[in-house]
């Protein structure tokens, strides 16, 4: 599949890579030529230095021939006059960033549709719904629903060594349940696609594959239960902030702290119902005076990741049950991870997943993508006589970087077993290390 990319910021640069390692035809473009040879010497990819709104630096990329034009500049006007410039040369399909929610409403979806722009990607809006999924199952890391919720997939971190799960072998627990599939482990640094002789240890995030109905279930083996949030306190005024607030309505009673006195009275304006307080959240003498003990979350959105790790640990050490930092800085997700700070928010991985998601299924509302720090959950429908269809799983002689974690036949989702047989038209939700959805891609193809 060729893949033009149109700006190698911090989105750009994050998603070349992410496609290098899937074996894609990927051109990256981008003014600023530094940006691209540090990119050019470690991955397996082209790179071409011109404005990506050029006709004659579009023609030389090859748009024409090109299945997806992702345009990611750090300017949604750049980005949408450069997925209508791929468009009208003939790209099959184009999406573009942008940073303004209005864009995003239905009504103007003809609109940008006549300009040629199939898709538009708002990573500040992601990060808000993220946001609020996490509000609202606290006990989670990660929640991702596949099919209406027909399976759902959740990453849960074991805390207590005397949770139910902590020390158990996996083949000792499928033996004894079956509502469930743990899917990946991530553990200090590193995902683990489990075997059955693999051990769950404290502090592991499990990932668990399974059905509604059982959910509770592994909430109390996991050790976990679920808390009432009604009193948010947000660290940093920023797009998300703004996005969340709107998204809650009067769900919650949220309060603002920013150090920026314009971007305060910015708020005022654009967050009805909320608090706003100029001042420095990161001295603990403002949280307090803030009320940060009195607090049901704290959520940390400013533009540094370490002000926002440390931000939350000073939150959880004042009593506060939920707190979610967002962690731009890829290098420092595996810390913050394993440290108490609860959901860690990265806005890069979001827009990756969203654009992934696009390249597996051209039906985007059925298709799903999570990209986690080193690994990829996809849902992949399966194609007439594909390899996968062949044998039970069992037989499949799947790499030990991927499993089959779940899959939806006939609307309704159910697990799988070494003894399931796939079908063509099955849904199938599958864990792999990054760079090994290329061979996935062979199986289900």
């Keep these: 599949m060729k893949i033009v990319i149109a700006g190698a910021g911090e989105v750009g640069s994050h998603l070349a890579k992410l496609l290098s390692r899937e074996e894609q035809d990927i051109i990256l473009i981008d003014k600023d030529a530094d940006k691209l040879s540090a990119i050019d010497a470690n991955y397996n990819l082209m790179t071409m230095t011109g404005s990506p709104m050029s006709f004659n630096v579009l023609r030389e990329a090859g748009v024409e021939h090109c299945d997806l034009f992702v345009a990611v500049t750090p300017f949604e006007t750049n980005n949408v006059i450069a997925a209508s410039v791929a468009k009208s040369l003939g790209a099959h399909k184009t999406v573009a960033r942008i940073d303004n929610y209005e864009f995003m409403e239905r009504s103007h979806a003809e609109f940008f549709s006549r300009m040629g722009v199939n898709q538009l990607i708002y990573p500040e809006y992601l990060a808000a719904k993220e946001i609020m999924t996490s509000l609202e199952r606290t006990w989670v890391r990660t929640w991702f629903e596949i099919h209406n919720g027909e399976l759902i997939v959740v990453g849960v971190k074991i805390r207590d060594a005397s949770a139910e799960l902590c020390g158990m072998q996996l083949k000792q627990l499928a033996m004894q349940q079956h509502f469930f599939h743990v899917a990946a482990i991530r553990r200090s640094q590193e995902t683990i696609i489990p075997r059955g002789d693999d051990i769950i240890q404290q502090n592991d995030i499990l990932y668990f594959t399974t059905t509604r109905d059982h959910l509770d279930s592994i909430r109390e083996m996991c050790g976990k239960k679920q808390e ?54 990161r001295n603990i003498d403002t949280l307090i005076e803030e009320g940060i003990d009195d607090m049901d979350a704290f959520i940390a959105l400013t533009d540094s990741s370490e002000t926002n790790i440390l931000a939350c640990l000073s939150a959880k050490e004042h009593g506060v049950s939920k707190t979610i930092a967002e962690v731009e800085d890829l290098q420092f997700i595996s810390a913050a991870e394993n440290l108490n700070i609860g959901t860690v928010i990265n806005k890069k991985l979001l827009a990756s997943s969203n654009i992934f998601q696009i390249l597996l299924d051209t039906d985007s509302s059925s298709s799903k993508f999570m990209a986690l720090a080193d690994a990829d959950v996809a849902e992949i429908e399966v194609k007439p006589k594909s390899k996968i269809t062949k044998a039970p799983v069992k037989d499949l002689n799947l790499s030990r970087d991927m499993t089959i974690a779940g899959l939806i036949r006939n609307g309704k ?20 290390l990054s760079g090994a959805i290329h061979k996935i891609e062979k199986l289900f193809g």
């Design 228 to 281: 009432d949030i009604k009193k948010v306190l947000i660290m940093g005024g920023s797009r998300i902030a703004i996005r969340l607030v709107a998204l809650a309505g009067n769900k919650y009673k949220f309060k603002i702290i920013d150090i920026d006195r314009n971007r305060c009275e910015k708020l005022c304006e654009r967050c009805d119902d909320t608090r706003i307080i100029l001042g420095d959240a």
């Design 413 to 432: 989702g159910m697990l799988v077993s070494g003894n399931t047989l796939i079908e063509a038209g099955d849904r199938v939700v599958v864990f792999c």
